[in-house]
């Protein structure tokens, strides 16, 4: 199946620093990723959806000031976390989707778990 | 009411038993829907679709009732590699007209040697 990669796997950051969080499909372009965040015992809940070359679409309750999406090319989006907080401690999952022939399906990448001190 | 319900279990069998998950989706206008896997601090794996005339893969069985806006999954003979948590996942689209994927909280499945 396709690869998605995301980097950091882990970071620890002080409050009120901003942390940027890489998530690339390596072998496929992706018009469209997906951000994801999930906390401890919870399901995983969609932030918002990138689609390349313009604005990203935020899910009702997600500060897009906060939480900033670039999504410049067709294997890479970056979340910013900016001016972090120890509740944004979060497991953060993006997923890129690969629409072709063959195949339509949400790939995830492994995550990023974000501890803010 | 959440979009998607499951039992959060813990579901803990024996191996070599068989297992059934539930979940339920409150949103009629849902398109597609799926099982995912995710073992702990993973990223969640697709497992399987579900269709309507129910599908198996191997262990594996899927149902989908549209009318009641059920889902379920069964895994036959459990192997220990099966544990993991469940998710019961549904695509429709959000708001802005994009794909959405909408997930169960999981349902925590082990299996005991």
């Known amino acids: 199946g396709a690869v998605v990669s995301q980097h950091p796997s882990w970071v620890i950051c002080k409050s009120g620093t901003s942390v940027k969080i890489e998530c690339r499909s390596l072998d496929f372009q992706a018009t469209t990723m997906f951000w994801y965040r999930q906390f401890p015992k919870q399901s995983l809940m969609l932030m918002a959806t990138s689609n390349e070359g313009s604005k990203a679409t935020y899910e009702q309750g997600v500060e897009k000031d906060k939480f900033l999406i670039n999504h410049a090319s067709l294997t890479l989006s970056t979340l910013t976390v900016t001016s972090a907080h120890p509740e944004d401690s979060s497991f953060y999952i993006c997923?890129?989707?690969?629409?072709?022939?063959?195949?339509?399906?949400?790939?995830f990448g492994p995550g990023t778990r974000l501890t803010v001190t | 009411r959440k979009e998607v319900e499951q039992d959060p279990g813990p579901f803990n069998v024996p191996e070599g038993a068989t297992v059934a998950f539930n979940c339920t989706y409150s949103?009629?206008?849902?398109?597609?829907f799926f099982w995912y896997r995710q073992d702990c601090r993973k990223e969640p794996k697709l497992l399987m679709s579900v269709y309507s005339s129910g599908n198996e893969d191997g262990r594996f069985t899927a149902q989908l009732n549209r009318a009641s806006q059920y889902i379920s999954l069964l895994i036959r003979d459990s192997k220990l590699s099966d544990s993991a948590t469940y998710l019961c996942?549904?695509?429709?689209?959000?708001?802005?007209?994009?794909?959405?994927?909408?997930f169960g909280t999981g349902t925590r499945l082990t299996i005991i040697p």
């Open positions: 996942v549904v695509r429709g689209l959000s708001n802005f007209g994009n794909e959405k994927l909408t």
């Open positions: 997923s890129a989707l690969s629409d072709s022939f063959d195949s339509y399906e949400q790939y």
């Open positions: 949103n009629s206008a849902s398109q597609s």
